[in-house]
């Protein structure tokens, strides 16, 4: 009798990768046999970072984690999840207002592919105020952030910063 592989996706921006998102991929990762993190490929969408600025700091950020794996996609995400065999979509919930919005999303995504699941990870207390736009706007102050995000992002952050990007 074979096994079934379960897949999940954890999709975002991370614009930047934050240790709030590194927490729910590394206790995702003990969950599920394969975690994928997507990010959204959005030309029309301008960041701090570009996607392939992304997409390489998550992968320098996620190298202990065997079974997970960055992924890019376009257009609706549970349509990926069903054209590659992912079942289960993770999502991090901060506070109560993450909550409502990721039931709403849940909900919308359960209508739209009826055998894709979400699970809600509660941030750990620690990480429960950090979002990647707090992170962008408190560095414009030179506030510090190195218990916030991850010691390869912080150093780009401050590159950018510098720049004026």
């Known amino acids: ?14 614009d930047p990768i934050t240790n709030g998102h590194l927490d729910i991929i590394n206790r995702a990762a003990h969950i599920f046999d394969e975690l994928q993190i997507g990010v959204l490929n959005n030309p029309n969408k301008q960041g701090l970072f570009t996607f392939d600025e992304r997409v390489n700091l998550i992968d320098s950020c996620i190298g202990h984690l065997d079974n997970v794996k960055v992924v890019s996609f376009n257009g609706l995400l549970v349509k990926y999840c069903e054209e590659n065999g992912v079942d289960t979509l993770v999502r991090g919930i901060r506070t109560g207002t993450d909550v409502e919005y990721e039931l709403q999303m849940a909900r919308m995504n359960k209508e739209l592919s009826p055998n894709i699941e979400t699970i809600m990870l509660p941030s750990s207390t620690n990480y429960s105020f950090i979002s990647s736009s707090l992170i962008k706007e408190v560095l414009i102050f030179d506030a510090d952030i190195k218990n916030l995000v991850p010691e390869i992002v912080l150093k780009e952050l401050k590159k950018k910063n510098q720049k004026g990007d």
């Open 1 to 14: 009798m074979n096994k079934q592989v379960r897949k999940a996706m954890f999709a975002g921006s991370f």
